[in-house]
């Protein structure tokens, strides 16, 4: 089953020291020399993002951003195919986003025929 796995660092004002960039080296060899690799990105700064909204009528608004109020911002994601559930939270939990004050979302990826 594929899982997402996103992850979220924390805020600029977080007192926890962020994983080293060697970490994250580690995590991602380990993700795909493991096989359960399926894609996975780096997002670029928060302040390239643009939000885009549709209304009832069909007129977009094209803003800056998001700034939504939030202490943790999206950097990045994984796709791992693996079991189950369990076998996802282990590698989340490997993850270096985890650490420093950041946390790993977990989601299952769903399956249309």
Same mark, same amino acid.
């Given at each position: 089953?594929?899982?997402? *796995?996103?992850?979220?660092?924390?805020?600029?004002?977080? /007192?926890? @020291?962020?994983?080293?960039?060697? @970490?994250?080296?580690?995590?991602?060899?380990?993700?795909?020399?493991?096989?359960?690799?399926?894609?996975?990105?780096? *997002?670029?700064?928060?302040?390239?993002?643009?939000?885009?909204?549709?209304?009832?009528?069909?007129?977009?608004?094209?803003?800056?951003?998001?700034?939504? @109020?939030?202490?943790?911002?999206?950097?990045?994601?994984?796709?791992?195919?693996?079991?189950?559930? /369990?076998?996802? *939270?282990?590698?989340?939990?490997?993850?270096?986003?985890?650490?420093?004050?950041?946390?790993?979302?977990?989601?299952?990826?769903? @399956?249309? /025929?």
């Amino acid at each position: 089953m594929k899982y997402m *796995l996103l992850i979220n660092s924390a805020a600029a004002e977080s /007192d926890t @020291e962020p994983a080293s960039f060697e @970490e994250w080296v580690a995590y991602d060899k380990s993700v795909r020399e493991s096989g359960v690799y399926v894609a996975g990105e780096s *997002l670029a700064d928060l302040t390239t993002a643009t939000t885009v909204r549709v209304n009832a009528s069909g007129e977009r608004t094209v803003t800056d951003g998001p700034f939504a @109020e939030t202490r943790e911002i999206l950097g990045g994601f994984y796709v791992i195919d693996v079991p189950d559930l /369990d076998v996802a *939270l282990d590698w989340a939990a490997r993850c270096p986003g985890a650490r420093g004050g950041g946390s790993i979302v977990v989601r299952p990826v769903a @399956e249309f /025929d």
